[in-house]
């Protein structure tokens, strides 16, 4: 089944659901940040020139640092998110969701050499599009995922809505789904709204009726608005 | 209790949390945040439990997870303890791969010395395994009359060295390592061509009577550097080898253990190699220390790092 959630019983007692991310977002985060890596590089490598050897001693360190390590720190210093990755609202986590350390990040960015193999990340696609958690090779051996963080869209206003009883007794997920329809409606088009809503005609309203104002005020009912 | 009502009541605990998170390493919000820790799993558990609406349950999930990653952050293995790595940790990782180590050690060694016996035996064998311009390069640097004219490099020469050394060597112990997850045949063909090549060089100078300068200039930092080598194929082959046989485990589980014991032979590598660079770069090139004294200290390195290496045993919990 295509369901990108990820639960995980944390300590508290409870369930936390996780969005893991699939191969494209982590492809152009990657590109961010090889655009950064590559830019550092470069404008190192002509700040480096007057200094002669000397000069490019420091730049191999530095090639050395940024090829290895600028994944590593900015994922254990910047809560499991390089440039890129913060860019397309992602992150690294263990598999419990806690953040990732210095060894298993180092682990899981060494092993992207593997991942590269034979050419341009194959076996790094091949294996994250094989498993339902999106993990390339480096990942299934640190044991580390990546998740979207990104701040979900604000529900609807609901101050302006007069709740209405429903005509018939209804379940309670049929109840979530009225809440849920109203908390939406700001993120659909207006006929995707009378779509949905024409699915209950009959049922909560009228085929006469104001079918999508209807389904909002039943919903503002089961949220106990007064 | 309506989904309404229970937002109003605790609204605004949740803008208060909401706010700590802003600014989580201040004394106040981290007592804050570890207060309502369960506070907020309590409401999250409480939300689903009433099948309140999906805004609500994602919203009070994005929160009790930015609590959770913010409270579970630190671990111990994150902080840095170099003695306690340097005394134990380093030396029980080396003792655990010991299996491994003997059979990178044989994949490194057994085609350098043949390839090293072969070259040294026939004056045209070191071209089948080296380009000719390679082999003239080489030459030239060990060359013992180009040493006698005196031209010993400027102290700017040694760091480039040493840069272009932590930048190569490391780099190469680290695909060696990687090259293992691959059912460990990365690792397999880093340390055969890597043994090829060092044997053959060694065969070849040998044959051309450069004793006297190839072997100082290598010994010391041999010490470290081909442990290191042999170090980070040891550690990419158990990788392997736990894709191949998990024994107890699923091969995933498996993959992961040996990840973990990895990660003290990661971080030993590198300080070899970054020790092994520093000597190749300031002590292994300069020409004016005498012969005997870097047989000396490059003794004094190996029994140091082979006494080290045979350490780990008493640290292993039986």
């Given at each position: 089944m295509l369901d990108t959630s990820y639960r995980v019983e944390i300590p508290g007692g409870i369930e936390l659901e996780a969005q893991l991310v699939g191969p494209i977002p982590r492809f152009l985060a990657f590109s961010i940040d090889f655009v950064i890596r590559a830019l550092f590089l470069f404008i190192f490598a002509i700040a480096s020139i007057p200094f002669g050897k000397l000069g490019f001693a420091f730049w191999f360190i530095f090639w050395f640092l940024i090829e290895w390590f600028y994944p590593v720190l900015f994922e254990v210093f910047r809560r499991g998110q390089t440039p890129g990755k913060k860019m397309l609202g992602i992150s690294v986590v263990h598999d419990d969701l806690t953040p990732v350390t210095f060894g298993t990040s180092l682990l899981r960015n060494l092993l992207r050499t593997a991942d590269f193999l034979?050419?341009?990340y194959l076996f790094g696609l091949v294996t994250m599009i094989s498993n339902r958690r999106f993990q390339r090779l480096g990942d299934l051996a640190a044991g580390t995922l990546v998740i979207s963080i990104r701040e979900s869209a604000k529900p609807v206003a609901i101050d302006n809505i007069t709740p209405l009883a429903p005509a018939t007794s209804l379940l309670r997920n049929e109840q979530t789904a009225m809440v849920d329809f109203l908390h939406r409606s700001q993120q659909l088009s207006l006929p995707r709204q009378q779509e949905l809503a024409g699915i209950l005609d009959g049922i909560t309203?009228?085929?006469?009726?104001?079918r999508v104002d209807q389904l909002q005020r039943i919903g503002a009912w089961f949220l106990g608005v007064q | 209790m309506k989904q309404h009502l229970f937002e109003m009541q605790h609204q605004k605990t949740w803008v208060l949390v909401e706010q700590s998170l802003e600014n989580p390493n201040s004394a106040q919000n981290s007592m804050l945040l570890a207060e309502h820790y369960l506070l907020l799993c309590q409401h999250l558990a409480l939300s689903k439990q009433r099948l309140y609406d999906n805004a609500l349950i994602e919203r009070l999930n994005k929160l009790v997870m930015r609590l959770y990653r913010e409270l579970y952050?630190?671990?111990?293995?994150?902080?840095?303890?170099f003695y306690g790595f340097f005394v134990r940790e380093f030396r029980l990782a080396i003792y655990r791969h010991r299996h491994f180590i003997g059979l990178a050690l044989l994949v490194f060694l057994l085609p350098a010395l043949v390839a090293g016996s072969w070259v040294y035996l026939d004056e045209n064998a070191v071209y089948s395994i080296l380009d000719g311009p390679d082999v003239r390069g080489i030459e030239q640097m060990y060359d013992p009359a180009a040493r006698k004219l005196g031209r010993e490099r400027e102290a700017d020469t040694d760091v480039f060295m040493f840069g272009f050394y932590i930048q190569n060597n490391i780099s190469v112990a680290f695909r060696c390592f990687a090259g293992g997850l691959l059912a460990g045949i990365g690792t397999l063909l880093v340390l055969f061509f890597n043994g090829l090549y060092i044997g053959s060089i060694a065969g070849h100078l040998t044959r051309l009577d450069f004793v006297d300068t190839f072997y100082p200039f290598v010994v010391g930092h041999g010490a470290f550097e081909l442990t290191a080598i042999v170090f980070s194929g040891a550690a990419g082959l158990k990788l392997g080898y736990s894709i191949l046989n998990p024994g107890q485990f699923s091969r995933l589980n498996a993959l992961r253990l040996a990840g973990r014991d990895a990660i003290p032979m990661l971080y030993g590598i590198v300080l070899m190699l970054i020790i092994a660079a520093f000597m190749e770069a300031f002590?292994?090139?300069?020409?004016?220390?005498a012969i005997n004294v870097k047989y000396t200290v490059g003794a004094i390195c190996w029994l140091l790092v082979l006494l080290y290496s045979f350490s780990g045993k008493q640290f292993e919990s039986r």
């Open positions: 034979p050419f341009f309203h009228d085929k006469n009726d104001e | 952050r630190y671990r111990t293995d994150s902080r840095l303890n002590w292994s090139s300069n020409a004016s220390l």
